[in-house]
Nanobody, 115 residues
Framework: VQLQASGGGSVQAGGSLRLSCLAS????????MGWYRQAPGKQRELVAS???????NYADSAKGRFAISRDNAKNTLNLQMNSLNSADTAVYYC??????????WGQGTLVTVSS
């Protein structure tokens, strides 16, 4: 399984970005895909996740500002990020989990928010 993330970049505070992730390869259709981020000097943290059935989960920091979505037919995952602020600056990673057995990561895409 390979995960290819894209869409990062630089934006001013209050702006928006949309991240995308394409999963390729063979994997079980029942899974959880999500976005994590890691800021300099901090641990990687969950931003948002969505199950193959459509159930979403958001970090408190993302609620009301970010929206996660997926297209199971195209094996794509998206994260629409609005009202960005400097605390959102981080490397964002796409993740695919299958039960507790498999945990796949993309290469990361940098999001920089300037005030």
């Amino acid at each position: 399984v390979q995960l290819q993330a894209s869409g990062g970049g630089s934006v001013q505070a209050g702006g928006s970005l949309r991240l995308s992730c394409l999963a390729s390869g063979s994997f079980y259709s029942i899974n959880v895909m999500g976005w994590y981020r890691q800021a300099p000097g901090k641990q990687r943290e969950l931003v948002a996740s969505v199950t193959s059935g459509g159930t979403t989960n958001y970090a408190d920091s993302a609620k009301g500002r970010f929206a996660i979505s997926r297209d199971n037919a195209k094996n794509t995952l998206n994260l629409q990020m609005n009202s960005l602020n400097s605390a959102d600056t981080a490397v964002y990673y796409c993740n695919l989990k299958i039960r507790r057995d498999y945990d796949f990561w993309g290469q990361g895409t940098l999001v920089t928010v300037s005030s």
